[in-house]
């Protein structure tokens, strides 16, 4: 297969990935809807039961995306993990304390396995770690619920994948039945 060169700047993977970084961060930045500050919506459940499972930043978990999540930053690991779900489910940046471990995670990816699904995908540094955790059932206390609105911002250009398509689906509903 011949490969074209790109036109313009604009149109090479370099600079897609760049304002795609640039806009994600300024999703973070902006807060919810039009209050500019995050929302911790007391309507929805402080904990959550789900089936949880684990994944690696390597090849073998996060396949051409080793090492980076869903919104072009690193896969985080420490005092706060990142994890992935079902974005209209446990929305993009909902961060929330595992309740059988007490680590913290924030919801920063999504895997095709999480969606329809009350399931999570949790950050581990090494594959011994997401063996040794295998599936467990697991209850997530919420400590802030992310933004639907931020959600659907960053996976609507990328709806042409049916795992995504679905999750845009589902946050359009819920941005209707809202309003």
Known sequence: MRSQKP???MHSPLSRLALLLIASLSLFASGCATTGRPVAAP??????????TAYSSGAKCNGAWAHRNAIGGRLKSGAVNSAATDWSRIPLGTKFRVVETGKVYIVDDYGSA??????????HTSYRDVYRWGVRQVTLEIIEWGCPDKSLAVLKPRARAPHVRRMVEALKLQSSSAG
């Not at 929805?44 to 039961?49: A, E, R, S």
């Not at 999480?114 to 999570?120: A, H, Q, T």
């Open 43 to 52: 309507a929805k459940p402080k904990t959550v039961p789900v089936t949880a």
């Open 7 to 9: 036109t313009s700047l």
């Open 114 to 123: 999480m969606v329809g699904k009350d399931k999570v995908d949790l950050f």
